[in-house]
Nanobody, 123 residues
Framework: VQLQASGGGLVQAGDSLRLSCAAS????????MGWFRQAPGKEREFVAA????????EYADSVEGRFTISREDAKNTVYLQMDSLKPEDTAVYYC?????????????????WGKGTLVTVSS
């Protein structure tokens, strides 16, 4: 499984940005796709997750109501729409795939990772 994240950039507080994660290889519909982020000097943290089989997405409290995770099955792509961005959202964002059928929030549990994409939010 290969994951390719893209869409990062430099924006101002209050702006929006959409990240994409294109997946290739043997992806099964019981997988969970997620987004994590890592700010400088901090541990990688869970942001959002979505089951490829359907169901409600899950979000970290810090992004609930501002970020939306979605998927486009025909393109094997998962998106993270980020609205009302804040300077504290500045981080390298990573997409990940988990072979577990239910979302897990510990980055140690993820099975596959893409390279990160940097999001910088200026105040």
């Amino acid at each position: 499984v290969q994951l390719q994240a893209s869409g990062g950039g430099l924006v101002q507080a209050g702006d929006s940005l959409r990240l994409s994660c294109a997946a290739s290889g043997r992806i099964f519909n019981y997988y969970v796709m997620g987004w994590f982020r890592q700010a400088p000097g901090k541990e990688r943290e869970f942001v959002a997750a979505i089951r490829l089989s359907g169901g409600s997405p899950e979000y970290a409290d810090s992004v609930e109501g501002r970020f939306t995770i979605s998927r486009e099955d025909a393109k094997n792509t998962v998106y993270l729409q980020m609205d009302s961005l804040k300077p504290e959202d500045t981080a390298v964002y990573y997409c990940a795939a988990d072979r577990s059928s239910n979302p897990r929030r510990d980055y140690h549990d993820m099975d596959y990772w893409g390279k990160g994409t940097l999001v910088t939010v200026s105040s």
